[in-house]
């Protein structure tokens, strides 16, 4: 009579059940919606500072006379440089300052690293950021018009 005074497991209703599936749901869907919604910020880009920022229209471009710089080892760079002005630039740049910067610049540079597209690319990079501030953003670019190598 010991069986017949018990009722059968299946007839028995689970306590917090329905709580636990309600729960584990609600945070499947906070994780999925969190998930892709960040996803989406990422993807998309939301609206930055470099959006709503116009790029400067160009101005006039002043071309430099070639320098001779001393790289390291003995070796030289002959270096000319063209500096891209911007419309709003009050006068045409006056490139000494930009001189002197390439001069700091390349100065003791080993010329292998000048022997690669990515070594050169990086200098410039480098270069062209110290000019625009340096002209207070009256330069929106450099051009190489000579670069050569002893």
Same mark, same amino acid.
């Given at each position: 009579?010991?069986?017949?005074?018990?009722?059968?497991?299946?007839d028995?209703?689970?306590?917090?059940?329905?709580?636990? @599936?309600? *729960?584990?749901?609600i945070?499947?869907?906070?994780?999925?919606?969190?998930?892709?919604?960040?996803?989406?910020?990422? @993807?998309a880009?939301? #609206? #930055?500072?470099? /959006?709503?920022?116009?790029?400067p229209e160009?101005?006039a471009?002043?071309a430099?006379?070639? *320098?001779?710089?001393?790289?390291?080892s003995?070796?030289?760079?002959?270096?000319?440089?063209? @500096?891209?002005?911007?419309?709003?630039?009050?006068?045409?740049?006056?490139?000494?300052?930009?001189?002197?910067?390439?001069?700091?610049?390349?100065?003791?540079?080993?010329?292998? /690293?000048?022997?690669?597209a990515?070594?050169?690319?990086?200098?410039?990079?480098?270069?062209?950021?110290?000019?625009?501030?340096?002209?207070?953003?009256?330069?929106?670019?450099?051009?190489?018009?000579?670069?050569?190598?002893q």
């Open positions: 009579m010991a069986k017949d005074d018990k009722a059968p497991e299946g028995a209703p689970k306590k917090g059940g329905k709580k636990k @599936l309600l *729960i584990i749901i945070a499947a869907v906070l994780l999925l919606g969190g998930g892709g919604g960040g996803a989406y910020m990422m @993807l880009g939301g #609206s #930055s500072e470099e /959006e709503t920022v116009a790029a160009p101005g471009i002043v430099l006379d070639p *320098i001779t710089i001393n790289l390291a003995g070796h030289y760079l002959k270096v000319g440089i063209a @500096l891209q002005a911007t419309a709003t630039a009050a006068e045409e740049p006056d490139g000494s300052k930009a001189l002197n910067l390439a001069i700091d610049q390349y100065t003791n540079v080993e010329v292998a /690293e000048l022997e690669t990515e070594g050169r690319a990086k200098l410039k990079t480098e270069l062209e950021e110290k000019v625009k501030k340096a002209y207070e953003e009256e330069v929106m670019a450099i051009y190489y018009t000579t670069f050569v190598t």
